[in-house]
């Protein structure tokens, strides 16, 4: 799980430091502007070089430094616990006068304070002994070569490549499979490839979608991937009326909300493997009736409290709001256009109305 995250010059975050340590589920609050989607941006960021993605320019727009400054070095800094290591991933990017394109300044990767390999612009010194150049307009970690995938630095790239970084838009999502994903897109687009990916790595977790989904569908009485090709696979559904009969939808007859509760059906399946996943999901409340926010938000927080999992998710709805305490509640600030996103625990907070959703309602929080 994550312990902390650090990310300086990247857009409105600057000197932006929040520490998740010791909290499984976690809810991120603040006006339109704060930096939320920033900061899911970042960690999306993150989430592509760990599937492979090294190239800086295709990561990096000149948009993304702070006012289009790109005199200004960019960090993004990582701490987490895996598999009972503690890590600590560095990234230092920056773009100089007459450089057209973005270039790693510094990264590195440590376990228990021991350099899995360090970079100083191109040069690369691999647990402190081996030496190699790496072009700086790529990123070094999907590049390290490791002799299996028990090495730390490959049980690294899979944990963040496990990760799931998403703000869903159901009008976007395939309506047919063709395939198996490990990753969720940031949109979920691919929904289906990846819950099929997630039942066919472990069978066990059908029972907990279905009954999920039969929680807030009760009339469902089954789902199946029906084969459509030789790689696509429909995703059927069939329900059972107050006179007996059985009525068959596919998910393109789903309502944009009920593939959102698909969607969590998956996520909260996904926090109960052996090897849990951590989640970053902004504003998951969107097309989500208000009866079936509470166990929506409560299923997901739940599974990766109960299973070593991490839930991060944002939102602006009361709702939600009211589902969380004052230990996990976190509120970004931002007290204009021209300022950085600050961040504080509500913890160490004070407001003067009654509850924390009428301060939360009446905007107290953010004053």
């Not at 838009?169 to 289906?192: H, K, M, Y």
Request: contains cysteine; glycine residues 6%; proline residues 4%.
């Amino acid at each position: 799980m994550f312990r902390s995250i650090y990310i300086d010059g990247y857009r409105c975050l600057e000197n932006f430091s929040i520490s998740f340590a010791d909290v499984n589920s976690v809810l991120i609050l603040g006006q339109n502007g704060s930096g939320k989607s920033n900061f899911f941006d970042a960690l999306h960021l993150l989430h592509c070089i760990a599937h492979g993605e090294t190239l800086l320019k295709n990561l990096i727009a000149k948009a993304d430094f702070p006012y289009g400054d790109t005199h200004k070095v960019m960090t993004f800094e990582i701490e987490c616990d895996i598999n009972g290591g503690f890590y600590r991933y560095l990234l230092e990017v920056e773009q100089p006068e007459h450089f057209y394109q973005p270039r790693v300044r510094k990264e590195s990767l440590s376990r228990e304070g021991l350099d899995l390999f360090s970079r100083e612009g191109g040069r690369t010194t691999l647990r402190q002994n081996a030496e190699f150049i790496l072009d700086w307009h790529h990123v070094g970690l999907p590049l390290i070569h490791v002799r299996d995938e028990e090495d730390p630095i490959a049980q690294f790239r899979r944990w963040l490549g496990r990760a799931v970084v998403i703000s869903a838009c159901p009008q976007n999502i395939d309506l047919v499979s063709d395939g198996e994903d490990d990753a969720l897109a940031r949109n979920a687009a691919n929904l289906l490839n990846w819950i099929r990916k997630l039942l066919s790595d472990t069978p066990s977790l059908y029972t907990h979608v279905e009954r999920f989904l039969k929680q807030v569908m009760p009339d469902l009485v089954v789902f199946r991937f029906q084969t459509l090709g030789k790689d696509e696979k429909e995703l059927s559904l069939d329900f059972r009326s107050e006179n007996g009969t059985t009525t068959r939808h596919d998910f393109s007859q789903l309502s944009d909300g009920e593939k959102v509760l698909f969607l969590a059906a998956g996520i909260s399946a996904a926090l109960q493997l052996d090897r849990p996943i951590v989640c970053f999901w902004d504003e998951p409340d969107n097309f989500i009736a208000c009866h079936e926010l509470s166990q929506l938000i409560m299923a997901c927080r739940r599974a990766a409290e109960n299973h070593a999992g991490q839930l991060v998710i944002s939102s602006h709805n009361p709702r939600v709001v009211a589902e969380f305490s004052n230990h996990n509640t976190y509120v970004f600030f931002r007290s204009s256009h021209g300022h950085p996103t600050r961040v504080t625990r509500l913890s160490e907070m004070n407001y003067d109305l009654p509850t924390l959703v009428d301060a939360f309602e009446r905007g107290e929080l953010f004053r």
